[in-house]
């Protein structure tokens, strides 16, 4: 039996990344993905694949709407979806042979098969064709990540009732897709179909799209999403879902009690994602799990058995890649015996719809049940010079500061390029900074970033320059 310092089960972003990092502090490692390609959810079937299409659906959607105000004439335009999902496919390989190549320049073992625990430090490998393997591991990291959830009653057929993954192949661009669920996926995935012509219809239970994140974010979003052709209805709670032939019937009740009834060719059922613990052989190993089926972990973020550890989309938290990549970084780190660090307020949250939506640290609700004392700074893209040469003018920059200490506690951007804007949040609260650090540092001309310096100068004294 093959013994190995580390060993780590799925092959995601926190999987490959730890691996990665445990390979450059010296330990002999291996990593165990039961699909033929690494990357998992995140590079075959989500993050990346989801991207690729967003930008090829908005370069048509420009062309179609913008491009005669830029002074480009454009005629007989139509869409060839299947030439993207053809890309989107060449951007998903290459991004995964990357990976294929970086296990090898690593110097990791890499399993094809599902793993699962004998007991806690010997994995079994069970591969597609019935063979089995064992290894020993010295220390184990599960990064099994997550699957999509589903309501109880539905049925996903994958043709007319789909989930994201079904989404992300696609043979026409739909007439009416109903979408369930108003969160990340779901308008991201919807804004795809959207600029390709298809009516997109969002049914969400509570009040509002991107719930968890500051409600002004969410309500400009949606007024933004209601320009390219989406419809919502809010506070209704999804009753039934039925298939008939090319039509698919969405039942729901509002908050009034009343019965609403949307007909549409696709459903795309999109209310979130439930950790991936199957057939894990957890209780051979006497791994706990929560009530809501995800692997417990203290602070180091090891399981209730020695030498196990749990990150990613099994554990609590955001179900976010980047998420996983630190904890994965952070794992690695403390079997090594370093002392890393993780600030959870400080990773950012990005929706990849145009405008973009990012934030990172506290909302304006949390700091009113914290009675916490802030000042809000905005700024406002239609302000912008940038924005305005690219016509890209809808949304704000929203900063959040200490109302004594001008300490920054939160921003909220939506707009242009906001997903690249975060980051210097992200150092700024990092670091401590405060409002007024920000405003005086110096921003180039003319750039979307110069929002953020003018939302921390009305923060610190309303004296933003340009409104």
């Not at 609403?260 to 799990?289: F, H, Q, W």
């Not at 809000?376 to 912008?384: E, L, Y």
Request: include cysteine; glycine fraction near 10%.
């Amino acid at each position: 039996m093959e013994k190995f310092d580390v060993v780590i089960i799925g092959s995601g972003p926190g999987g490959y990344v730890a691996a990665i990092r445990c390979a450059q502090l010296g330990m002999k490692t291996a990593i165990i993905e039961r699909y033929k390609t690494l990357g998992g959810t995140c590079l075959n079937v989500g993050c990346i694949p989801s991207k690729a299409l967003l930008d090829s659906s908005e370069h048509f959607h420009n062309a179609t709407h913008t491009f005669a105000e830029h002074g480009i004439d454009v005629k007989d335009l139509k869409v060839n979806l299947a030439q993207m999902i053809k890309r989107k496919g060449e951007v998903v390989k290459q991004t995964c042979d990357g990976i294929n190549f970086l296990m090898k320049k690593n110097k990791i073992t890499v399993f094809t098969g599902h793993g699962s625990f004998i007991n806690k430090n010997t994995i079994e490998i069970a591969s597609a064709d019935g063979q089995k393997i064992q290894i020993e591991a010295a220390k184990t990291i599960i990064a099994t990540g997550s699957k999509p959830s589903s309501l109880k009653g539905i049925e996903i057929d994958k043709k007319r009732i789909i989930t994201s993954t079904e989404a992300l192949e696609m043979t026409e661009v739909p007439k009416h897709m109903v979408i369930i669920g108003g969160g990340v996926i779901g308008l991201e995935l919807g804004s795809v179909y959207a600029r390709l012509g298809a009516k997109i219809s969002v049914v969400e239970f509570t009040g509002g799209i991107i719930s968890s994140m500051d409600s002004a974010l969410g309500k400009e979003l949606q007024k933004s999403l209601k320009k390219i052709g989406f419809e919502f209805y809010f506070n209704h709670k999804v009753t039934g879902v039925v298939a008939k032939g090319n039509e698919v019937i969405v039942a729901a009740d509002n908050a009034n009690g009343e019965k609403v009834e949307l007909i549409g060719d696709y459903c795309l059922l999109s209310v979130g994602r439930k950790p991936y613990t199957d057939n894990l052989g957890l209780d051979k190993a006497g791994v706990k799990m929560d009530e809501r089926g995800r692997i417990e972990t203290d602070a180091q973020l090891q399981t209730n058995v020695a030498g196990i550890y749990a990150i990613g989309d099994v554990v609590k938290g955001a179900m976010l890649a980047h998420k996983a990549e630190e904890e994965g970084t952070f794992v690695a780190e403390i079997i090594a015996g370093q002392k890393p660090h993780i600030n959870y307020n400080l990773i950012p949250g990005v929706v990849y719809t145009w405008p973009e939506v990012a934030a990172v640290g506290f909302t304006e609700e949390q700091l009113k049940e914290q009675g916490k004392k802030y000042k809000v700074g905005s700024f406002p893209f239609k302000a912008s010079g940038r924005a305005r040469a690219s016509m890209d003018t809808d949304g704000f920059v929203k900063v959040l500061a200490d109302e004594a200490t001008d300490e920054i506690l939160g921003v909220h951007m939506i707009g242009p390029r906001v997903a690249d804007m975060i980051a210097e949040a992200v150092v700024a609260m990092e670091f401590r900074a405060s409002a007024e650090d920000i405003s005086r540092m110096s921003h180039a001309h003319p750039t979307y970033t110069e929002s953020m310096k003018e939302a921390c100068l009305d923060a610190t004294a309303k004296r933003a320059l340009h409104i």
